[in-house]
């Protein structure tokens, strides 16, 4: 009989209760952020001092799980020491991996902790085995997140083609653009998506009731309108209803307000030889980390027992709770376009 090697399962943490609830669903690996720029979920009441990292780590290993510190941000021209700091603090602390973009973070790691692993945040866009190739070469990565840009059969031709495993994202919010980079809501909020930890800042959205519906707005540039029943996603400028040209009405133009949701191609992923499996949102709730890490626990688990594969009403209807607008999508995998 024939065995087939399940992926990691990694699950968001933006606090140390949604660790241990992602530990307890069967998350493999859990990852988190410092209270600082150096992580790109940086926004108040949000992620871990040192003593959680520290508590986070001894529940993790106690299960025989493990904890990726993301310090996935672009250092600051000038001072990078926070960056220094943190991957000198993600050591002590007993981290497993760190989830890396900028290269000098990736060098100062590598020069100043051989030991420690390095996977290539998503934040790099690294969409090319040579690409990841290099990063492989000059500082050792061990593996590499794929921008959610890519097409099963060119997650397949990356794989074939280097030894450093591949993490690719099954659920969650999607980015359409450089991973988290673009300067859409820059431009709208004056502040960096990179190191203000999202793209639409709390302070920044605005609902604001009418007698027709409700009208979201970014620092006060309008992002869309519902009717009273209509499904309202985070006001992200890439996810607004706009109108373009001569359209007659406005609709998405970039984006749609959808969640990713790869549960049907879970096999062909596997099969592809993906290492892991993410599952993105530290920026939501302890319960959506515990609902959507168990569906995709039991997922896995069905494939590791051989059982038939079908992807459960049960698991969809979860996930569809904690959807992006209620909505979700195969997004690259089946987008007409490239
Ligand atoms: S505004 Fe949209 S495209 Fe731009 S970084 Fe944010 S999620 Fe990505």
């Not at 050591?91 to 973070?105: C, E, F, S």
């Amino acid at each position: 009989m024939s065995t087939i090697t399940i992926p990691d399962l990694v699950a968001p943490a933006g606090s140390l209760r949604a660790l241990t609830l992602a530990i307890d669903a069967g998350a493999d690996a859990v990852y988190l952020g410092l209270k600082n720029a150096t992580n790109a979920r940086n926004f108040a009441g949000l992620n871990f001092d040192d003593a959680q990292v520290r508590d986070g780590v001894a529940y993790a290993h106690s299960r025989g799980r493990q904890v990726l510190m993301a310090l996935n941000t672009f250092a600051d021209a000038r001072d990078d020491r926070p960056w220094r700091a943190a991957v000198d603090a993600a050591a002590a602390l007993g981290a497993d991996a760190l989830i890396v973009a900028d290269t000098a973070v990736l060098a100062y790691a590598r020069d100043h902790h051989p030991g420690l692993r390095l996977h290539l945040s998503v934040q790099a866009s690294a969409t090319t085995h040579t690409a990841i190739e290099y990063y492989r070469q000059r500082f050792g990565i061990q593996r590499a997140v794929l921008p959610r840009v890519l097409t099963l059969q060119q997650i397949q031709q990356v794989i074939r083609n280097t030894g450093v495993e591949i993490e690719v994202f099954g659920f969650g919010s999607l980015c359409v653009m450089v991973e988290g980079r673009c300067a859409l809501s820059s431009y709208a909020t004056g502040q960096s998506p990179n190191t203000a930890g999202v793209c639409s800042p709390p302070a920044a959205v605005q609902w604001i009731e009418g007698p027709t519906g409700v009208e979201a707005r970014l620092a006060g540039v309008l992002i869309d309108r519902y009717g009273p029943q209509e499904p309202r996603g985070y006001p992200t400028l890439c996810k607004g209803r706009f109108k373009v040209g001569d359209a007659a009405a406005p609709d998405y133009a970039l984006e749609e307000p959808t969640s990713l949701n790869t549960l049907a191609l879970l096999p062909q992923l596997i099969a592809s030889g993906v290492s892991a499996i993410k599952i993105e949102g530290r920026q939501r709730s302890p319960s959506y980390v515990a609902g959507v890490t168990r569906v995709w626990r039991e997922a896995l688990d069905s494939l590791r027992n051989g059982e038939r594969y079908s992807v459960q009403p049960a698991w969809q209807h979860e996930l569809g709770r904690w959807a992006e607008g209620q909505q979700s999508t195969l997004g690259a995998f089946d987008r007409p376009w490239r």
